[in-house]
């Protein structure tokens, strides 16, 4: 018993705060290699680190102070895409490290609200947004995020009754190979859809609070599902399932990340972590075990693009650091 909580502790130390006490609950996080992370969240805040996060730079949006800016994606140290989820929705760029913001993206309907964007490469993107008229909001940029054009509105998906996405971490909606996306959905139902199919998921559903927040995708073959319900943060039940098929049929882990899960992240291998209000849990089994190595609690966790560090963001401005394991 004494080795075991000393081999935890030991867990524990693999994230490293780097920053908090900032006036901003983070959500969006990009990095884009060992060097350079942009983190995003309420009130109108990006922050920017160009050194791995020994030193931040914060910015508030100028005209953008109530603003909460959900989902960021960065190039490099310069060039940065950020999305605020309503009333109305925005999506901001800047090429010159965030000193200015170009609004490419606005949308002033009623029950707008947007809640992740994800991009395949530089110049082909995509956000998704919650029901409008009972169909998934989707646009789509293949200009870097200069200009955004809606699909067809016969090609939105079709929300069930009660059904939405979660704006947790800006990752229900991914890349699925080089051509398509798949997203996943929560509260009364929680569904995964890839192109024209939509699948259900054995996760935990049926309330406002429940159901799938993210995705994470090794292949077209293996996908890792993380939720649960964010009233009851340290619940496991039925918070992560796994596919090893492409998303036509689903396990749950042999043990569950240790509560409720806002964000997955593949990192490599086998390997994978997931983050939460609670804590952090890492997976070295492609998903079938999770050990909890932080007790800390961040909403979004993301790799390096180019590298092996992962950052994670939480409220309060909290930024945290975990090396490859």
């Given at each position: 018993?004494?080795?075991?909580?000393?081999?935890?502790t030991?867990?524990?130390?693999r994230?490293?705060?780097?920053n908090?006490?900032?006036?901003?609950?983070?959500?969006?996080c990009?990095?884009?290699?060992?060097?350079?992370?942009w983190?995003?969240?309420?009130n109108?805040?990006?922050?920017k680190?160009?050194d791995?996060?020994?030193?931040w730079k914060w910015?508030?949006?100028?005209?953008?102070?109530?603003?909460?800016?959900?989902?960021?994606?960065?190039?490099?140290?310069?060039?940065?895409?950020?999305?605020?989820?309503?009333?109305p929705?925005y999506?901001?760029?800047?090429?010159?490290?965030?000193?200015?913001?170009k609004?490419?993206?606005?949308?002033q309907r009623?029950?707008?609200?947007?809640?992740?964007?994800?991009?395949?490469n530089?110049?082909?993107g995509?956000v998704?947004?919650?029901p409008?008229?009972?169909?998934?909001f989707?646009?789509?940029?293949?200009?870097?995020g200069?200009?955004?054009?809606?699909?067809?509105a016969?090609?939105?998906?079709?929300?069930d009754?009660g059904?939405?996405?979660?704006?947790?971490s800006?990752?229900?909606?991914?890349?699925f190979?080089?051509?398509?996306?798949?997203?996943v959905?929560g509260g009364?139902?929680?569904?995964?859809?890839?192109?024209?199919?939509?699948?259900?998921?054995?996760?935990i559903?049926?309330k406002?609070?429940t159901?799938?927040?993210?995705?994470?995708v090794?292949?077209?073959?293996?996908?890792?599902?993380?939720?649960?319900?964010?009233?009851?943060?340290?619940?496991?039940?039925?918070?992560c399932?796994?596919?090893?098929?492409?998303?036509?049929t689903w396990?749950?882990?042999?043990?569950?990340?240790h509560?409720?899960r806002?964000?997955?992240?593949y990192i490599?291998?086998?390997?994978?972590?997931?983050?939460?209000?609670?804590?952090?849990?890492?997976?070295?089994?492609d998903?079938k075990?999770?050990?909890l190595?932080?007790?800390?609690g961040?909403?979004?966790c993301r790799?390096?693009k180019d590298?092996?560090?992962?950052?994670l963001?939480?409220?309060?401005?909290k930024?945290?650091?975990?090396?490859d394991?």
């Amino acid at each position: 018993m004494v080795f075991s909580l000393f081999s935890l502790t030991l867990q524990a130390q693999r994230v490293s705060l780097v920053n908090k006490g900032s006036a901003t609950s983070l959500r969006g996080c990009s990095v884009v290699n060992e060097q350079v992370i942009w983190v995003s969240g309420s009130n109108g805040m990006v922050g920017k680190s160009i050194d791995s996060g020994g030193t931040w730079k914060w910015i508030q949006v100028k005209s953008f102070e109530k603003t909460d800016f959900r989902a960021i994606t960065a190039f490099d140290q310069n060039i940065a895409i950020i999305m605020g989820v309503d009333a109305p929705a925005y999506i901001l760029r800047t090429i010159d490290g965030g000193q200015t913001w170009k609004v490419v993206f606005e949308d002033q309907r009623k029950g707008m609200f947007l809640d992740a964007m994800e991009f395949w490469n530089e110049q082909s993107g995509i956000v998704i947004g919650d029901p409008v008229n009972g169909k998934f909001f989707i646009a789509r940029t293949f200009t870097g995020g200069n200009n955004w054009q809606d699909i067809p509105a016969g090609q939105y998906p079709v929300a069930d009754s009660g059904e939405a996405c979660f704006a947790a971490s800006g990752t229900n909606i991914r890349a699925f190979g080089n051509d398509a996306a798949c997203f996943v959905t929560g509260g009364a139902h929680a569904r995964l859809f890839i192109k024209d199919k939509i699948i259900p998921l054995p996760i935990i559903q049926g309330k406002q609070t429940t159901g799938a927040n993210s995705v994470g995708v090794k292949n077209k073959k293996t996908l890792i599902v993380v939720g649960g319900d964010f009233m009851t943060p340290d619940s496991t039940t039925k918070n992560c399932v796994i596919s090893r098929d492409g998303g036509d049929t689903w396990v749950y882990p042999a043990v569950f990340p240790h509560g409720y899960r806002s964000c997955v992240e593949y990192i490599g291998g086998n390997k994978w972590v997931t983050c939460g209000l609670n804590g952090v849990d890492v997976s070295v089994d492609d998903g079938k075990t999770w050990t909890l190595v932080s007790k800390e609690g961040f909403n979004v966790c993301r790799k390096a693009k180019d590298g092996h560090i992962i950052f994670l963001g939480g409220a309060n401005g909290k930024i945290g650091k975990l090396t490859d394991f």
